[in-house]
């Protein structure tokens, strides 16, 4: 519906899995977000890319690693992920100018809830 | 720095009575100001936005907000809720990196529940 679309939107995985997140975006923007959203805390923003360069790694541990080969897609690599890694994640799209204070939204996805058990 | 807080966590209506959902912000320049709603076990959704033009905005389902820069203040309304308005809804400013790239700064959310 937004033009932004993650898969799977469900993930169950035990700590010692490796597994990925996958976004694409159909609205030809040329920047990509992960937020992390957990229950009772405001929504965490994690990496950045724009024009497919990282820009923002917002303090996230190593077991979250992303990857944007192109403009239109973008992944999480999860691995030894802990209980408190459980949440959805949302992943979004916008056009952005660098150098410009944004008045640009952005689009999200559906999200992925991720359980690790 | 830019900031928004939303001054309630909980509002709750009764199916064909207003809404009224607050939110201020904090900026050190003029800001981009949204209003995004989220389902249960949905992504978040773009409700409306404010980026200098109108002060009184409208956005899609019949909700407007009204930017007061005095007050500080972009509070978000609607007439006469529906059931379907029952979600979360957060308040969000524009803001950006130190690299000169833009970035969202989001509230904590209010969740709306509407009652027959």
């Known amino acids: 519906e937004t033009g932004v679309t993650q898969t799977p939107r469900h993930l169950v995985m035990g700590m010692t899995n490796k597994k990925s997140l996958k976004c694409e975006q159909h609205l030809g923007h040329n920047a990509m977000y992960w937020y992390k959203q957990s229950a009772k805390k405001p929504l965490e923003l994690m990496f950045v890319y724009s024009l497919e360069e990282r820009v923002e790694n917002n303090s996230v541990p190593s077991r979250f690693s992303p990857e944007c080969p192109n403009s239109s897609h973008l992944f999480l690599h999860l691995h030894t992920l802990q209980p408190e890694d459980s949440a959805l994640y949302l992943c979004?799209?916008?056009?952005?100018?660098?150098?410009?204070?944004?008045?640009?939204?952005?689009?999200f996805g559906p999200g992925t809830r991720l359980t690790v058990t | 720095a830019q900031s928004v807080t939303q001054l309630d966590s909980h509002v709750s209506v009764s199916e064909g009575t207003p809404v009224l959902l607050r939110c201020n912000y904090s900026?050190?320049?003029?800001?981009?100001l949204f209003w995004y709603v989220q389902h249960p076990n949905k992504g978040l959704q773009l409700l409306l936005k404010y980026t200098s033009a109108a002060t009184l905005v409208k956005g899609i389902n019949g909700f407007e907000a009204e930017f007061k820069k005095s007050e500080t203040s972009f509070h978000l309304t609607k007439p006469s809720a529906h059931m379907s308005d029952a979600a979360e809804y957060f308040c969000v400013v524009s803001g950006m990196f130190s690299g000169g790239y833009n970035k969202l700064i989001f509230g904590a959310g209010t969740r709306l529940a509407v009652h027959p």
């Open positions: 900026s050190s320049y003029s800001p981009s």
């Open positions: 979004a799209s916008s056009q952005d100018l660098p150098g410009r204070v944004g008045t640009y939204e952005q689009y």
